[in-house]
């Protein structure tokens, strides 16, 4: 780009889409080291089960193994996002089918799987809880015997096989008594697979003091260093965590997967160790989307005022806590949506089950609240003979109103999300359309929704070189979705320098600020306004400099379109970045560092106003807003739903790359089409009968409609970085709710159980 | 993984000896289900016999009767774009262009489908609806056996230790359509649910055959459904019959597709709809 252009607000590929285009990305399975070994797990074939005890004698014999790791070779340290009741390898107990219970280093990954499959372990088989209702029956078996002695970062409630509950209200429940019609219903969400293209993987590498450098696929080096110091009791510093290239995370590789086991076989070996899940494993053990079981009531009044919503959760959280606590807790949160309510009560409760962990994906628990919640907003509208949009606009949240518990909303742009969607798709024609073909069915429906940008700190170093160039360093690591573009472009504006002056340093805990993480929709929010006040630094030294050379007083002068810096009306007086950047490296004051961190302090609930009980996150982040319309087809032969068209809008305060924003929009609505159409992991007893990409299947490039409309709004908010708020989830949030009210109004039958597929829609439609 | 053996003989003769003699032998063909299984230790073959080097196993040849044979070895593709593939026949095209994608299109074979005999594949069906036969080799000489007894059970066909399947032949295109009908979860999956039909049209009338896919051990038919179409083509009622019959006679089962009951409930709506457009397709010619 020109000098002069703009760097935010500019629609620039991602700078590293080359690389990837012409396959020199290298992934985690890409990388090697002088000396490197190969690892292997071996999977519990038990959902519950005590581990009597081990065997490996066959697995040291095989030629070429160097060590072979069983849960006695751990110690008793535990990690944990919310509950501290994991070990880095399965110890005293496995409790779900595939768990890793014994490790193996060897010299190629042939004699490693082969040594792995030969460790035999004695167990004593458990009673196996497949579902959150067997976890809460009187005489179940417990999955954790410890829980009320593991460390918890909030008050969790945890009893017997209960992880964490959390309830939080707001009202008056006497506003029920107001309502002239009320909605309720069950519903149940089913469990999905992240299926990144990238499995996961490892590689440890100690050096001889002990010191071990760990790159591996995730999306966060500070919670990749965090967790396998937690889990193997050494001291973080110890551990220097590095990222190669992301293959995508939607939520499953910002908790540990197996980095903990490739350390330990590291340091048990003293060779470089990569340790690379295979896709069925990767299935099998990383972690899913959580299936809800949802109850829900929602009342209006006769002109469609929403009044009243009562909520209740059954979460199934899998083996371990990792983030289900959060995910408990924000979609209560979230369970309003974008709306007023008079009374609103949300309670829930998270249970431990012997299944893989159920953890962070892309909506966090929104996209299943959402199924229900914006499904009853379409019934309360069809009973009422109302516009189901003209319903939502009636009782939407405006500028200035809180969320649901207090919280502050900075900025808010539903209301112009709702009119472009409308305009856009021809809302109000949308009775006429006619199906594509006989024998099919054809209809357009919609539904809003809101997500949360923050949490959670963040920082940023920006350097400034000899030469006058700029190295931004953030620690956030980019997993695809264009988080190296966009704070690229932040720091060219703040410092309004062409783009490719400013280069991003890879993450590093050695030499990175702490960013908690790629997650949250937050990066570009949180790490952004990060950058812009380090950028702001420079800026002051900068001119502190040119004051000096200049012969003026600081505040005379600006930032100049190309890297200089002038006084202020007087054009010809300026000198360059390089002429700043060599007097301070060589003359005066010493190289220009600017730096910032934070933490998002905001508080996210109003005791005044709100009661409180678990809530995992006193302080979360921006509210970004989103509306939705689709346009389907419902084969009436099979019972197939087809997306024909879809208008997803989102206000994300302000788009720093219009291509990025668009690339999430319309990413996060096939995954949320997948959500909504076909994906399931479905369980044969205790073991996951479809952990293959023959039998588990994403919608492909085929499957998604030709038209998805991205429609970016822009209401800034007042601390974001140039306005902006996060992008990466809002965009599925509502895709299930969104197709279940079209299909609802194609059939006259209402979808409570996800997902659509072509059995479940035939059999309503033939009521069998 | 790691194989012993790995022969690429140059003639039919010598495949089906070596086939005989090496213990454990398989034979590789496009070797995308092949390698994959192998990758996925599903499959540990002692010796590997790669078809690639015998030249009458490729392509596809017109023959003196006015039909085909087509090579065991002929990708998908090819036969997905032969346009001699008409009439009655173009139930093999139609069926060979919705298999998986373009790569897999690119790479799989004829003989190695049909060999795998997947019941889900999309050419068992067809290659029963087009009154196909199957030519199978061994170390003694060919023969060759009907499509629809060449599918025998799951994963199960008519050949034996040390056969393979070295080519199909193809009766002469008769006048009318031939059309496949797949539902499947994605685009590019395995048929929950496929029907094959070809409908020869001429001056005496009508002659249709009907096979479902994914509905059971091997491809479904009925002679009752292939009677009750060619003598009633037009008539819905006739349509809806010969779907039950086809539903009674399929044996499916519940899997990560789809239950077994939804199957049974589809196949007569399947059926309807091919027929339809069946009868679409011959009324526009
Ligand atoms: C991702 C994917 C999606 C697919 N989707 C579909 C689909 O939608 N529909 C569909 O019909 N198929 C589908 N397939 C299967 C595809 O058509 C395969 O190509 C086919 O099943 C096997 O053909 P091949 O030539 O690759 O056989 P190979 O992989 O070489 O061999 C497969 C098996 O058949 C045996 N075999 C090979 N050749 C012969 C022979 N001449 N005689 C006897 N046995 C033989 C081999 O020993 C082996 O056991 C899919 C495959 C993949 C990988």
Not at chain 1, 64 to 83: E, N, Y
Not at chain 1, 380 to 398: F, H, T, W, Y
Request: aromatic content about 6%.
């Amino acid at each position: 780009m020109s000098a002069t252009a703009k760097a935010v607000g500019a629609a620039l590929p991602r700078a590293e889409v080359r690389e990837k285009v012409e396959g020199r990305a290298q992934y985690i399975a890409d990388l090697y080291r002088p000396g490197m070994l190969h690892g292997a797990v071996l999977g519990s074939p038990h959902a519950h089960a005590r581990i009597k005890r081990y065997d490996t004698s066959e697995a040291l014999a095989v030629p070429g193994v160097h060590a072979v790791l069983t849960g006695d070779d751990f110690g008793d340290h535990r990690m944990g996002a919310f509950v501290k009741d994991e070990h880095a390898i399965a110890k005293g107990k496995v409790r779900y089918v595939g768990e890793p219970v014994a490790a193996v280093a060897a010299e190629t990954e042939a004699a490693a799987k082969l040594a792995a499959r030969l460790v035999s372990v004695e167990y004593e088989e458990l009673p196996a809880i497949l579902s959150p209702e067997a976890a809460l029956a009187p005489d179940a078996a417990i999955i954790h015997e410890d829980v009320a002695s593991y460390f918890k970062v909030f008050d969790t409630g945890s009893t017997a096989n209960v992880c964490s509950r959390t309830s939080l209200t707001e009202g008056d429940a006497a506003a029920w008594d107001r309502c002239d019609v009320i909605v309720e219903g069950r519903f149940a969400t089913q469990p999905q697979a992240h299926v990144s293209l990238e499995p996961c993987g490892a590689l440890a590498e100690p050096d001889a003091t002990g010191r071990v450098t760990l790159w591996s696929a995730n999306q966060s080096v500070f919670r990749v260093q965090a967790n396998v110091s937690e889990s193997l009791g050494l001291p973080m510093a110890q551990l220097r965590c590095l990222t190669p290239r992301v293959g995508a995370g939607f939520g499953n590789k910002m908790e540990p997967h197996i980095q903990p086991i490739a350390v330990k076989l590291a340091l048990a070996t003293g060779r470089p160790v990569k340790l690379i899940l295979t896709r069925e494993e990767d299935f099998e053990i990383v972690r899913a989307r959580h299936p809800f079981k949802l109850r829900v009531r929602t009342g209006a009044l006769k002109d469609g005022t929403l009044v009243a919503r009562e909520v209740e959760v059954l979460l199934d959280g899998g083996a371990y806590a990792d983030d289900s606590p959060g995910v408990l807790g924000y979609s209560l949160f979230m369970s309003p949506g974008p709306y007023r309510f008079r009374y609103m009560k949300a309670s829930g409760t998270l249970v431990y089950t012997n299944k893989l962990r159920f953890g962070a994906f892309r909506g966090f628990g929104n996209p299943q609240v959402s199924f229900a919640g914006e499904q009853q907003i379409d019934e309360i509208a069809a009973r009422l003979g109302l516009d189901p949009l003209a319903v939502r606009e009636k009782s939407m949240l405006r500028p200035g109103d809180k969320w649901f518990g207090g919280a502050e909303v900075g900025s808010n742009g539903l209301e112009e999300c709702i009119a472009r969607v409308k305009a856009a798709s021809g809302w109000a024609k949308r009775a006429e359309l006619e199906p594509s073909a006989p024998g099919r069915k054809r209809a357009m429906a919609a539904a809003c929704t809101a997500h949360i940008s923050g949490l959670l700190a963040t920082g940023a170093i920006v350097r400034m070189l000899e030469d006058g160039s700029i190295v931004l360093n953030t620690g956030a690591v980019d997993i695809g979705q264009g988080s190296d573009t966009a704070l690229t472009q932040i720091c060219a504006e703040a410092l309004k320098v062409p783009i490719e002056r400013v280069r991003l340093a890879s993450p590093d805990t050695d030499g990175s600020p702490y960013n908690w993480g790629t997650t949250a929709s937050r990066v570009t929010y949180t790490t952004g306004r990060a950058v812009v006040a380090a950028a702001l630094e420079v800026e002051k030294q900068i001119k502190q400099h040119a004051s000096e050379m200049l012969e003026c007083d600081a505040a005379d002068l600006e930032l100049r379109p190309g890297g200089r810096v002038g006084i202020v009306g007087v054009p010809d007086k300026a000198v360059s970045f390089f002429e700043v950047s060599a007097r301070a490296h060589w003359a005066r004051g010493g190289p220009i560092i600017g730096h910032n961190s934070l933490v998002f302090e905001k508080p996210s609930v109003d005791p005044k106003r709100a009661i409180a009980v678990g809530l995992p996150f006193p302080q979360i982040g921006a509210f970004a807003f989103g509306a939705l319309v689709v346009d389907i087809e419902i084969d009436e032969t099979t019972g197939k739903i087809e997306v024909k068209r879809a208008w997803s809008a989102a206000d994300v305060g302000r788009a720093i790359n219009p291509l990025a924003v668009e690339g999430q929009l319309e990413g996060a609505f096939v995954q949320g089409m997948g959500l909504a159409l076909n994906e399931e992991m479905v369980w044969d007893g205790p073991r996951l009968a479809n952990p293959t990409l023959m039998d588990y299947k994403v919608p492909t490039t085929l499957d998604s409609p030709h038209e998805i409309h991205s429609i970016i709004v822009e209401a800034p908010e007042p601390d974001g970085p140039f306005g902006a708020k996060g992008v990466g989830e809002i965009g599925i949030n509502v895709v299930p709710a969104a197709i279940a009210n079209a299909a609802a109004i194609a059939l006259g039958k209402r979808f409570n159980a996800l997902p659509l597929t072509p059995e479940r829609v035939l059999r309503a439609m033939l009521g069998k | 993984m790691s194989v012993p053996g790995f022969h690429r003989p140059k003639s039919v003769e010598d495949a089906a000896r070596l086939l005989a003699e090496t213990d454990g032998a398989r034979c590789l063909s496009g070797g995308a289900t092949l390698v994959a299984m192998m990758n996925a230790s599903l499959a540990e073959p002692k010796a590997i016999v790669s078809l690639a080097g015998i030249p009458e196993l490729a392509g596809i040849a017109e023959l003196a009767n006015g039909g085909f044979r087509i090579g065991a070895m002929t990708r998908h593709a090819a036969t997905a774009g032969d346009a001699r593939l008409a009439g009655t026949l173009a139930v093999l095209r139609d069926a060979a262009r919705q298999i998986a994608n373009p790569v897999v299109r690119n790479m799989g074979t004829i003989g190695g489908s049909i060999g795998f005999a997947d019941p889900a594949a999309d050419y068992p069906p067809a290659l029963v609806a087009a009154n196909a036969e199957v030519e199978i080799a061994n170390a003694a000489g060919r023969r060759r056996v009907a499509a629809r007894d060449f599918f025998v059970d799951w994963y199960t066909t008519a050949c034996g230790p040390g056969e393979f399947v070295t080519g199909v032949y193809l009766p002469p295109p008769r006048p009318g359509a031939g059309l496949y009908k797949k539902l499947a979860r994605v685009s590019g999956d395995f048929a929950i649910a496929s029907v094959a039909l070809s409908a020869a049209k001429d001056a005496n009338g009508v002659s249709i055959r009907i096979a479902v896919g994914g509905c059971g051990p091997r491809p479904i038919r009925a002679d009752a459904a292939d009677a009750l179409l060619s003598a009633k083509f037009g008539d819905a009622a006739a349509a809806a019959a010969a779907g039950e019959a086809l539903a009674a006679a399929a044996d499916p089962v519940d899997d990560v597709r789809a239950s077994a009951e939804y199957r049974r409930l589809v196949i007569p709506r399947l059926v309807a709809e091919t027929v339809a457009h069946a009868r679409a397709a011959l009324e526009a010619r």
